[in-house]
């Protein structure tokens, strides 16, 4: 069976074919960060119109790359939330357009549930249940996997996501949006030593539980930064203690999560997990640790064409028309 996955949720347009045979087939994927980057964040009425003007010639080139045709597609599988209102609508009016016209289903994929399910693509070993972190722009949370669709939520963030609070802080610094990266890029630990800048706090380690919080990280930083001379070294030194604060915390909370659990299997998901020091330090735990390559810890269309394929598989999925998309959609349910 073919699948063809569609993700919109909000300033990447990504497509994908997948084969339940011989795996992903092709993958391409449009950013809009240089058209969002002069305004400091995404302009939701920006990120829809480019949508538009971008899936058509992508699934064209996906089509091409995987050798293959829209008829022989088995489904359509696209981002229903959550995410941007308007940027899931054009990829779900396109996704189920597209099944329409070959008379074949459309499958609502959940963007998070995407986003975790995407690292058994690459490790075929990853077996329900098992643990997530997923940490990215717009969500921090530990989740237990039991099984496909049944998700318990452990712990979650309770203002700003840890990704958030990364650009946050780097553009308090003067760094090009968004600052996750770049920050990361200059986390040095010599400056940080020669700076003489206090280490920052952990928030919410001396409380019981799962739940994270980076609101008050973010302003002790940009209240460190005021302080400072305002120069390299100060932006490298921030950069170490910021970055430092921000995986302790998460690897803390996460081996909470691993003794609620007794999970032997560990995934580290979202835009986050490509943050170098997060990875090299969740090795530590005694458990499998698996994390996606780089190109599938942001949004991509790979992890909706994947997620949609296991729903095929199961004819477990929502068979209506209707073009419907959740912009708030939790993972768990209650």
């Known amino acids: 069976m073919l699948i063809l996955g569609i993700e919109s949720s909000c300033d990447e347009t990504g497509l994908a074919v997948y084969s339940d045979t011989d795996g992903l087939l092709a993958h391409c994927l449009y950013s809009q960060i240089l058209a969002h980057r002069q305004y400091g964040g995404v302009v939701p009425e920006l990120a829809s ?3 538009i003007r971008q899936i058509v010639p992508l699934i064209d080139q996906v089509l091409k790359q995987a050798n ?13 939330g959550p995410g941007l209102v308007g940027a899931l609508l054009v990829g779900a009016c396109f996704a189920k357009s597209l099944a329409m016209s070959i008379n074949k289903p459309a499958i609502g994929v959940h963007h998070l549930e995407a986003h975790i399910l995407v690292a058994q693509m690459e490790y075929p070993q990853l077996k329900f249940p098992f643990l997530a972190l997923l940490v990215s722009g717009g969500h921090t949370q530990l989740i237990y996997a039991k099984a496909l669709g049944d998700y318990e939520l452990l712990g979650e963030t309770i203002d700003d996501a840890a990704g958030e609070a990364f650009d946050k802080t780097a553009k308090v610094m003067g760094l090009p949006y968004p600052g996750g990266k770049f920050l990361s890029d200059l986390a040095c630990y010599e400056s940080y030593v ?9 928030p919410l380690l001396d409380r019981p539980g799962c739940d994270f919080s980076f609101s008050g990280l973010k302003t002790h930083a940009l209240q460190t930064w005021q302080k400072s001379s305002q120069d390299e070294q100060s932006k490298r030194a921030i950069a170490y203690c910021f970055q430092s604060a921000v995986v302790d915390t998460l690897l803390e909370k996460t081996r909470r999560a691993l003794l609620i659990t007794n999970a032997k299997q560990l995934v580290l998901a979202g835009g986050v997990a490509a943050n170098q020091a997060l990875r090299e330090k969740i090795l530590n735990f005694n458990c499998e640790v698996f994390y996606p390559s780089l190109q599938y810890c942001t949004d991509n269309g790979a992890m909706i064409a994947y997620t949609g394929m296991q729903y095929l598989k199961t004819e477990n999925f929502d068979k209506n028309l209707q073009i419907n998309v959740l912009p708030r959609w939790p993972l768990a349910k209650d």
Do not use: V
């Open 49 to 51: 119109r480019d949508h």
């Open 68 to 80: 293959t045709k829209l008829a022989n597609m088995d489904a359509i599988a696209y981002t229903a």
């Open 194 to 202: 020669q700076s003489g800048i206090k280490p920052f706090p952990r």
